[in-house]
């Protein structure tokens, strides 16, 4: 089977920076509360009319396109990570394929939050190994900013997330030994509600929950969001982060050293990893876990704060540029959040 190659990678973020500072005009939070949890010190939110993830996913593929040498009517096939979508439906996918005025390709978008975008990569992957596409685009994108509460109430989970796009151009790989060795993928649904956003959906639990399962006291076109529901920060991402943070520090170093079991590799082979950029403390946790040097991770979390799907492709792509990663360098890329589900790729550059 013909492996897949990152042939082109690509980020985007948008120029407007908030710091932990302006974070507490809103809520009552501190930059050193923020700093000492989480390591975060700034993220960027997108112009609140004018970007919408789609746009930051347009202007990531651009580049990604570019560096990978074709234009974009030669990709074949579209894979869009996002969590923060432009519509509830359709997806972001089509909605790139039109903005990029690319050929009737089919675009397929992926729910995975966190690990939305390694589970973006193991799909192109495998259409890459099986000969049906060539020239796969796969983004991870998220316009957080739109969707928080930044009052008091959201903020343990407003404070960590900020907006961006990455995106990479898998092609298949042209010398023997190169590309992505495997990937890994793993979820656990005991665990959904625990990082998650209620409303709106289908689950009727809001309706039970206040005893009016009937619907009588319900207008029928309230069920799938209600005034009532808005009151009660429902639209809002809701987190339990402690339970969060204990399940990732061990599903992070398990999936990674299942990636490097698989290829009979080491940790000391690793010349790069790249972790899901959710808190620095889980990244060090994991590093320390796995006795990697500073120069074996990356993490960038400090100015972008947690982006979700679009985490790790800023940090693949900041991480090329920055000349972090060269040709024949085992580069692992590992993720954990919400559903949970969490992945790894172990990719030889
Ligand atoms: O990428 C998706 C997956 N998500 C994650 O991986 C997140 C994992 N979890 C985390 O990163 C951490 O749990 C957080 C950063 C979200 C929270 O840090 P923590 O150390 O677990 O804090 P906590 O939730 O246990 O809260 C400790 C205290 C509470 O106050 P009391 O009850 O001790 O008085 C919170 O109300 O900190 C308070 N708090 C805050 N204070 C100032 C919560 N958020 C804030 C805030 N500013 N932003």
Redesign the pocket.
Known sequence: MQASRIAGVGMYVPSNIFTNNDLTKY????DE??QE??GIMERRYADRTRETTTTMGVEAAKIAIERAGITPQDVDFIVFATLSPDYYFPGCGVLLQRAMKMKEIGALDVRN??SGFVYALSVADQFIKTGMYKNILVVGAEKHSFGLDFSTRG??????FGDGAGAVVLQPATKQGQGILSTHLHSDGDSAEI?AMYNPGTHANYWVQNNVASFDEAEMGEMFMSHAMIDEAQNFPN?D??A??KK?IVKFPEVIMEALAANNLQTTDINLLIP?Q??L??AQFVQQKLKLTDEQVYNNIQYYG?T?AASVPIALCEAWEKGKIKEGDIVCLAA???GFTWASALIRW
Request: glycine share 6%.
């Open positions: 809520m009552d939070t501190s509360w923020i949890r989480t939050q966190c903020r343990n989970i407003s404070v960590i990082l987190m982060g402690p969060v943070f990732a899901h959710a808190n403390r889980i947690n979700t954990f959040g919400s």
